[in-house]
């Protein structure tokens, strides 16, 4: 797709007739007052999945059910970048893990972890490796270290960082520092990062939706958490402008646009679909393919 024909997709209906009255399944909510969402989930909307025969009957008592959509570097900073970053933390552990166990044993691994949190410095690290160890062996042993000493202190950053720039900011001097300490070359780790969020962000789990634009106002491509479901009065929820401008203190949304069907209904789909799932253990997985494998092998066989 072009940048226009981006610019010009959205899910929403073109145009929200002024004489729609009563709130509907698909209705976008933008909040006016400062609602409890998690931290870094910045200018979220709403998405309404309360049922339209229940609206229409009044079985709702009143309560509008919606699920919140969160711009994509919201849920980049909230859910990816974290997962990414501690999954590269483990695999320094399992390095210095399975380099403390050749040389030193399994107790050495609990003891280097505790050394890198209070702050030990990396000569003392490598008397855990014992007397004489392998040049290449020390050396891996201390990029590692360093490397994980560098993911704590990076947590700990993240966690100050309120503001979308700051969190970058940090990674990006993080990812410089990676790059230092396992002799990479300049921009290795923070391309490794950008091709995983990429991915990850092609490959969405089951319980979010991806959104480009649900409403005119936020069209830079929001996700749609599934599992965070949420309730407000319906009185609370300002259809029109005028009424929003009559009394501004009686509402804490209003509604901006309505989903297109098509993708409305998907969004209700997919989230029942979360609920409803019923995992099958590993065994189940095992038992049906080594009977396939077992049905397969005998293909042809003789009687």
């Known amino acids: 797709m072009t940048e226009a024909t981006l610019d010009s997709f959205s899910e929403h209906v073109p145009d929200l007739a002024a004489d729609l009255v009563g709130i509907e399944q698909g209705d976008v909510l933008e909040f006016l007052s400062s609602e ?7 200018a979220v909307v709403g998405v309404v999945v309360t049922a339209n025969c229940d609206l229409a009957l009044g079985k709702h008592w009143g309560m509008i059910t919606y699920v919140p959509a ?3 570097d919201s849920y980049v900073r909230g859910f990816i970048a974290p997962k990414y970053l501690k999954a590269e ?3 320094s552990e399992r390095q210095i893990a399975e380099i403390l166990r050749a040389s030193s044993g399994e107790a050495a691994f609990d003891r280097a972890l505790s050394m890198i949190d209070l702050g030990y410095s990396q000569d003392d690290l490598n008397l855990l490796l014992g007397d004489s160890p392998a040049p290449k062996t020390k050396l891996r042993f201390e990029k590692e270290c360093l490397s994980l000493r560098e993911s704590s202190g990076t947590f700990e950053r993240l966690a100050k960082s309120e503001r979308s720039e700051d969190f970058w900011s940090v990674i990006l001097s993080h990812m ?3 790059d230092a300490h396992q002799s990479l070359s300049a921009g290795a780790s923070i391309d ?3 091709k995983s969020i990429k991915s990850s962000l092609k490959s969405l789990p089951g319980d979010v939706f991806y959104l480009s634009a649900p409403s005119p106002l936020h069209r830079t491509g929001y996700v749609v958490v ?3 479901i949420r309730s407000i009065e319906e009185s609370a929820v300002a259809l029109r402008s005028v009424d ?3 009394n501004r203190t009686q509402y804490r949304a209003r509604r901006v646009a309505r989903l297109d069907t098509l993708y409305s209904h998907r969004v209700v789909q997919q989230m029942a679909s979360v609920f409803t799932d019923i995992g099958l253990p590993n065994e189940y997985e095992q038992a049906r393919d080594g009977r396939f ?5 005998k293909l042809g066989d003789a009687e």
């Open 70 to 72: 969160i711009p994509v």
């Open 89 to 91: 933390a483990a695999k």
């Open 36 to 42: 409890k969402f998690p931290d870094g989930w910045d």
């Open 192 to 194: 490794k990062f950008k």
């Open 176 to 178: 410089n520092a990676i």
């Open 244 to 246: 929003e401008i009559r």
């Open 293 to 297: 494998d077992g049905y397969i092998e």
């Open 226 to 228: 599934l599992r965070f």
